[in-house]
């Protein structure tokens, strides 16, 4: 079976569930469609464990095939992002700027690190010579939040404007720091050249300064592109040449394509929207891009909910799995609550901005592309065949896991009290005026 049939018949199976959900739950679509292949993969574990149908060898193989961490990666990535960034509403991102620069970045930062020392001592108190740089890699391919998942459950659930900034412009940015961040670190961990501080730092400053001036350009060049025709189907299509070519020329450049993307796709929501377009092209942006979208992030989480066929689970994994989700939990609280420290000197901010800063931090594809694309063979408990990437990859599929169904189908009661407060306070607000 080819990568493209493979890809037909999981784009089928995602519609299919979506289709479903829209009749018989209100479930979002995204965690609808990771349940369903969720569950779909336990039934066909189920059933070999108990000789009824033997098809875990066979969806394993097929899933394969498509190489979940290139295919997100250098793939369907730069089109989630460039939507993503396509539809920010930049006079928010203004306002806000320091918030979510901060929490791009120092909550990323604090939480890479606490999650790797945490995870270190864990793993001595129990045993497994797991080392520092290795923690440090999970801590730095988890603490991100994922954009994807953010934008596809938490954003549109409508939490007040404050928050909702905060959370969907952190997601966009913290992904393409964290991939710097974690580039950065597989170097050190697993490159053949002796690494120096100063050689890390310049990986860091070249593709994360350098993702962002090439995302100017390329914005800047397809402005231009863009404002020369007054083809309505031209001015659509020269926009899917940003994520496409422009993404993977980042990739040849050595600069951060997620960061690239976010960086254009709002220079073209943004600026060129509303003078490079023709009025047709502008009414059919948003609804082509959302399509797009929609369609992307189906098969997306489809293919995370059954990448669980693809694993080899050992009895010290479930420890691990357990452990992983309160600490990642942990970290995110401490991060968020450290920034706002800062923060609630100079702003008044809803009661509730941490709690659901730290409960809408989800992860999703891209943590868990990240752990895949961590070499096998590195073993740490070689009598049972356990090595690195086994233990970060479990460990990265409990966290995201729990991240989509628990922590994206729970957020709305607290999103309704955050609504409330906001609600209750313009009230006050008013009255004091009058």
């Not at 991939?179 to 890390?200: D, R």
């Not at 082509?288 to 990448?307: A, H, K, R, T, Y």
């Not at 922590?407 to 999103?415: A, D, L, P, R």
Request: one cysteine or more; charged letters at 10%; hydrophobic letters at 55%.
């Amino acid at each position: 079976m080819t990568v493209y049939t493979t890809l037909c018949f999981f784009a089928a199976a995602a519609i299919a569930i979506a289709f479903i959900n829209s009749k018989i739950s209100n479930m979002q679509t995204t965690i609808a469609i990771t349940a369903g292949a969720l569950a779909m993969s336990l039934l066909i574990i189920v059933a070999g464990q108990n000789n009824w149908f033997e098809l875990k060898d066979l969806a394993a193989s097929t899933l394969n095939t498509i190489n979940f961490d290139s295919f997100l990666l250098k793939g369907v990535l730069g089109f989630l992002l460039f939507a993503g960034g396509l539809n920010a509403e930049l006079p928010h991102f203004k306002q806000q700027k320091w918030e979510i620069v901060t929490l791009a970045l120092v909550a990323t930062l604090f939480s890479t690190a606490f999650i790797g020392v945490v995870t270190y001592y864990f793993f001595q108190l129990i045993g497994i010579n797991f080392d520092l740089i290795y923690c440090l890699l999970f801590g730095a391919l988890i603490s991100p939040t994922d954009p994807v998942a953010v934008l596809a459950i938490v954003k549109k659930l409508k939490a007040p404007k404050q928050i909702s900034t905060q959370i969907e412009g952190e997601s966009l940015f913290n992904d393409g720091f964290g991939l710097v961040i974690f580039v950065s670190l597989f170097a050190v961990a697993f490159g053949t050249e002796a690494p120096t501080a100063l050689g890390v730092a310049e990986l860091f400053l070249h593709e994360a300064v350098g993702g962002i001036v090439y995302g100017f350009l390329l914005g800047l060049l397809f402005h231009y592109l863009i404002c020369a025709t007054d083809d309505h189907s031209m001015e659509l299509l020269l926009t899917l040449a940003i994520p496409t070519a422009g993404y993977t020329l980042a990739d040849q450049l050595g600069v951060s394509g997620p960061l690239a993307m976010v960086v254009s796709g709002i220079m073209i929501g943004n600026w060129t929207r509303y003078i490079g377009f023709s009025k047709e092209s502008e009414a059919h942006l948003s609804h082509f891009w959302e399509l797009i979208d929609e369609f992307l992030n189906g098969v997306l989480f489809l293919l995370i909910g059954m990448s669980m066929l693809t694993f080899s689970f050992h009895q010290e994994d479930w420890v691990m799995m357990a452990f992983a989700i309160p600490v990642v939990l942990l970290s995110r609280f401490l991060s968020v609550k450290v920034c706002y420290a800062g923060f609630n000197r100079y702003r008044d901010y809803n009661p509730y901005s941490v709690k659901i800063l730290t409960w809408g931090g989800l992860r999703g594809g891209l943590a868990l592309a990240m752990a895949m694309a961590v070499p096998a063979g590195y073993m740490v408990v070689p009598e049972k065949n356990i090595d690195v990437r086994e233990i970060i990859l479990v460990m990265t599929y409990a966290v995201v896991v729990f991240s989509i169904l628990v922590q994206g189908s729970t957020i709305t009661k607290m999103i309704r009290k955050a609504n409330a407060q906001e609600r209750e306070v313009q009230a006050r607000t008013a009255n004091t005026l009058t």
